[in-house]
């Protein structure tokens, strides 16, 4: 995309109703008015900002449920907790 990547709102929104995917074309996943807060300004969209903000949802890991260290076999909980337990050698 180059540095000045704008369409205008009315743009947008034809293409959103044209996407082939059923998300896209229902809202966004209910996420599309809080998307238009971010990358609309005077009926333009800033495509860059919108690309960005859909490479973070796309990119950045889930996180994972912590796991309570009891829970662990003997073995794996004496592996991870070994430089605390025993003095480490290297």
Request: aromatic share 6%.
């Amino acid at each position: 995309m180059t540095k000045d990547s704008k369409i205008s709102l009315d743009v947008f929104l034809r293409l959103k109703r044209e996407s082939q995917f059923t998300s896209i074309k229902n809202d966004f996943d209910g996420l599309e008015q809080q998307l238009l807060k971010e990358v609309c300004e005077n009926e333009v969209i800033d495509m860059n900002a919108l690309a960005n903000i859909i490479d973070l949802i796309v990119y950045l890991p889930k996180s994972k449920a912590k796991v309570n260290p009891g829970s662990l076999s003997p073995n794996i909980f004496m592996i991870l907790s070994s430089n605390q337990r025993q003095k480490a050698s290297a």
